[in-house]
């Protein structure tokens, strides 16, 4: 949440991601030319090859950048009934000024979910997360549905509940999200 120029990183259930102050400074100064809006997305530590390292996040082995998915507001203009394709379109247009700052982009894959999934789950990644190209963010007052679709096979699967537990008394942990499979569902998206 970027408001009159100073970010806050705030969790799904409202909590601020105090830990992650730099990061939150880092957009800023990437950003001056946004004023205020809200931005959905994750933070993550990037490895060598560009994946996201869950344990690198959650111990600080590595920065963190925010990867920006959606946009829910802009320059006070309420995005949220706007569609997922207009969305994304106005946060690449916003953050094309401020590219080697410690925001990325998360660009889309229009019908080939089930081709992208089997890639995630090759390059070993936790998987993917499908959305409905015209859906707004909000439905009657609801998010609109997303589906998070998890590689069984994530190599990083290992210890992450008792990592996460752990943590979870100071801060909410970025990066974790408990979300249910739902392969079936990627060709929908």
């Keep these: 949440m970027i408001d009159r120029g100073r970010t806050k990183l705030i969790s799904r259930n409202g909590n601020e991601f105090a830990s992650f102050g730099d990061l939150a400074d880092s957009i800023a100064a990437s950003l001056p030319h946004i004023e205020d809006a809200v931005l959905d997305g994750e933070i993550v530590c990037l490895d060598g090859d560009g994946r996201p390292n869950f344990r690198d996040l959650l111990f600080r082995h590595a920065e963190p950048v925010f ?65 409905r190209k015209f859906s707004p963010y909000l439905l009657e007052g609801i998010r609109s549905p997303w589906v998070k679709i998890r590689n069984p096979h994530y190599s990083q699967w290992a210890g992450r509940d008792d990592l996460f537990e752990r943590e979870r008394r100071s801060e909410p942990v970025a990066g974790w999200h408990a979300c249910e499979v739902a392969c079936g569902s990627v060709a929908n998206y």
């Design 67 to 131: 990867v920006a998915f959606d946009l829910l507001l802009a320059q006070q203009v309420d995005l949220r009934l706007s569609s997922l394709v207009e969305r994304k379109a106005e946060l690449r247009r916003i953050l094309e000024r401020g590219r080697s700052g410690p925001v990325l982009y998360a660009d889309h894959v229009e019908g080939a979910g089930t081709a992208l999934f089997e890639r995630a789950c090759e390059l070993d990644l936790e998987g993917i997360v499908a959305k």
